[in-house]
């Protein structure tokens, strides 16, 4: 290029290229195209065609009026130049007498004798754009171009010159532009309007159309997600058999216990302090009735208090036997082996607690199922043995395999204030991991379409809104 072009040339290419790398908007840009290219080589008028938004920018002119009879006329001009020109066309020289009919007749009314068309270049020679196909890249001329006239022809010189001008120039208004993206109305509406007049089974719109309603027809199992956690299946549940003030622990939390081992005591200092009167209390009826025995061997008289008095010890003798019963459940005992299963012992030392009253509960380390709550919005119907996935969380890459055993008919409120259906569900094969570890059950359900499957939540949530 340095033997064809002068130095200056090549300095005021150059700075024009500068110029246009700098540019801070397509506004700026368009300008340069129209104003700047003159620098290169003299023209009298120039406007700047985009395919897709018509005549952008006109030389000297400040404000483009759109509605102009001289706007309208470039447009179907350029329309038809771009129709006119190849790909492998870098410019095409014009005069009226090329154009048709109509086109040339007002040409001489509105521009010089000779026009260029210099057609936007939008990808290097030979290589298509990236994201584009070969088809797409060939029609690239067809986006826009560049029209300059004046009065007398171009050399070959000019040509090669503004040739390379706009090829750079090109390469800044791309940069310069956003990717449209693909919810943008006018990007689709023009893909439509192209494929006009092509049979519905070549055109594209129908193809996608018909690719995405087999997608959304495709069955997929219906799933909800609940949280969950691994909770014991038969615990022994150990509670409270009388009232009573809790005094020691002789376990810790998820502690092995044995058969008979100690579990946790009462605060026994009332009951032992009762049992030494009832005990006193039936000693003395006891003597009393001994010696009314003693008087009625020589007094007849006697034999009638005999039986008011043995009455009265057995009265005793009952109520310290149940004192003595309530001493021993005073001290509570493990029914079976298994894992103590409570909260902080501090926070029931020292508590008062009823009869009945749920203390501690004693599992067997491998009796474990899976206990998840399902949220009243996502009660979708489950059958008896429907397929649950237990996700824990400090597991998350293993999901434990389970079935489905019942799920409650009432729901529950919960200590966050919501409302769930419990559900629980035994596994099918056996696991390591520690009752109580949480994580997020999957429940799944019937085979549904995937559009159902999409809108099955937003579909609820518009009928509870508006209540159609």
């Known amino acids: 290029m340095s033997g064809a072009f002068s130095p200056s040339t090549l300095g005021l290419l ?7 790398r700098q540019a801070p908007d397509l506004a ?21 065609w985009l395919a897709d938004e018509g005549v952008k920018t006109l030389s000297g002119v400040v404000q483009l009026e759109a509605n102009a009879p001289y706007a309208q006329w470039l447009n179907r001009l350029c329309q038809q130049l771009s129709k006119q020109s190849l790909p492998a066309q870098p410019a095409l020289q ?19 004798a000779y026009g260029l068309w210099l057609p936007l270049t939008e990808g290097i020679a030979g290589l298509p754009l990236e994201g584009t196909d070969d088809n797409h890249n060939n029609d690239a001329h067809k986006r826009g171009g560049l029209l300059l006239a004046r009065e007398h022809p171009w050399s070959e010189q000019e040509l090669a010159l503004l040739t390379e001008w706009i090829s750079t120039w090109s390469h ?19 893909a439509l309007q192209a494929q006009r007049g092509l049979p519905w089974w070549r055109r594209r719109s129908a193809w996608g159309a018909a690719a995405a309603v087999a997608v959304l027809a495709l069955p997929v199992r ?10 014991p299946a038969h615990p ?6 009388q009232d009573g003030v809790i005094d020691s622990f002789s376990v810790k939390p998820n502690e092995m216990v044995k058969a008979g081992q100690p579990l946790f005591n009462f605060d026994d200092a009332g009951l032992l302090s009762r049992l030494a009167v009832a005990s006193q209390a039936l000693s003395s009826a006891e003597a009393e009735y001994r010696q009314s025995a ?19 010890v057995q009265e005793r003798r009952a109520e310290a036997e149940f004192l003595q019963g309530q001493l021993e459940r005073a001290h509570v005992v493990s029914p079976t082996d298994g894992i103590a299963l409570f909260d902080d012992p501090s926070e029931w030392i020292g508590k008062p607690v009823a009869t009945g009253e749920r203390v501690l509960r004693v599992a067997q380390p491998d009796d474990v199922e899976i206990e998840a709550w399902l949220a009243v919005g996502d009660a979708i119907p489950l059958a008896a043995d429907a397929s649950v996935s237990l996700y824990l969380n400090a597991s998350p890459l293993h999901a434990l395999p389970a079935q489905l055993r019942y799920v409650s008919h009432d729901a529950v409120q919960r200590p966050d204030g919501s409302y769930a259906y419990r559900l629980r569900a035994s596994l099918t094969a056996k696991t390591e991991q520690r009752i109580g570890l949480k994580g997020t059950a999957k429940l799944s359900g019937d085979w549904v379409p995937l559009a159902y499957w999409i809108a099955r939540r937003p579909l609820a949530v518009v009928r509870q809104t508006l209540g159609w």
């Open 14 to 20: 150059l700075d024009l290229a500068r110029r246009a």
């Open 28 to 48: 700026v840009l368009s300008f340069i195209a129209v104003n700047d290219s003159h620098e290169l080589s003299p023209y009298r008028q120039a406007a700047l």
């Open 94 to 112: 014009l005069e009226a007498a090329a154009l048709p009919e109509e086109l040339g007749r007002e040409w001489a009314h509105w521009l010089p």
């Open 172 to 190: 800044a208004r791309r940069a310069l532009q956003r990717p449209k993206a693909w919810w943008d109305w006018q990007r689709w509406r023009a």
């Open 222 to 231: 219906l799933t909800v997600l609940a949280p969950g956690e691994l909770v």
């Open 236 to 241: 022994t549940l150990i509670r409270a058999p």
């Open 294 to 312: 003693q008087l009625a061997v020589s007094e007849t008289r006697n034999k009638a208090l005999l039986a008011p008095l043995m009455g009265k």
